[in-house]
Antibody, heavy 121, light 108 residues
Framework: QVQLRESGPGLVKPSQTLSLTCSVS??????????WSWIRQPAGKGLEWIGRIYGGGSTDYNPSLKSRVTISVDTSKNQFSLRLTSVTAADTAVYYC?????????????WGQGTTVTVTS | EIVLTQSPGTLSLSPGERAALSCRASETVTSSYLAWYQQKPGQAPRLLMF???TRATGIPDRFSGSGSGTDFTLTISRLEPEDFAVYYCQQYVRSPGTFGQGTQVEIK
């Protein structure tokens, strides 16, 4: 059974770079049947799709964040990562990594438990 | 981007009652790419339905989805205590994938 787990600093200073890693266990990231996504959720608010990586390195980003976001993958470690530059308090949120599955028409079928990132000086 | 509007914002019902949650899109969404998620406090969202009307693995049959075009509905036929949560619809027919703002189903 595939499991995802986010890791990274819980506190980031304004203007700095947020970096998170999602570790995938119980399955290989190399399968073409899956895309790998990041989603975030500010406290008490709704979900925002950040972007995804697929096909060995192709990416797709939310235009609202595109200038600041990079998603990368390390299939040898079965991990993918999120970098968000020039953060502000508006980037404070719970960050989730998740899998999009072809068998589910690319719905988000497996999610990590989420990690809270607070942007504060 | 495609905007999804969910209604009502909050639904106050008793266990055993039927819940109908609406998701309206700002433009046509291919039903294959419309999903519903359930989120409980402190937990990650859980996939309930994909392709608008197909239940994900392990989802009980009291959950059903319907709709096409711009109007979609998630129905819970008889609310169980564990069903009180927030529900989100999501479209992923076109990037960026977008979510509705959520409907909270609370105990009356």
């Amino acid at each position: 059974q595939v499991q995802l787990r986010e890791s990274g600093p819980g506190l980031v200073k304004p203007s700095q770079t947020l970096s998170l890693t999602c570790s995938v266990s119980g399955g290989s990231m190399r399968s073409a049947s899956y895309y790998w996504s990041w989603i975030r959720q500010p406290a008490g608010k709704g979900l925002e799709w950040i972007g995804r990586i697929y096909g060995g390195g192709s990416t797709d980003y939310n235009p609202s964040l595109k200038s600041r976001v990079t998603i990368s993958v390390d299939t040898s470690k079965n991990q993918f990562s999120l970098r968000l530059t020039s953060v502000t308090a508006a980037d404070t949120a719970v960050y989730y990594c998740a899998r999009e599955a072809r068998d589910y028409y690319y719905a988000l079928d497996v999610w990590g438990q989420g990690t809270t990132v607070t942007v504060t000086s | 981007e495609i905007v999804l509007t969910q209604s009502p914002g909050t639904l106050s019902l008793s266990p055993g009652e039927r819940a109908a949650l609406s998701c309206r899109a700002s433009e046509t969404v291919t039903s294959s790419y419309l999903a519903w998620y359930q989120q409980k406090p402190g937990q990650a969202p859980r996939l309930l339905m994909f392709a608008a009307s197909t239940r994900a693995t392990g989802i009980p049959d009291r959950f059903s989805g319907s709709g096409s075009g711009t109007d979609f509905t998630l129905t819970i036929s008889r609310l169980e205590p564990e069903d009180f949560a927030v529900y989100y619809c999501q479209q992923y027919v076109r990037s960026p994938g977008t979510f509705g703002q959520g409907t909270q189903v609370e105990i009356k």
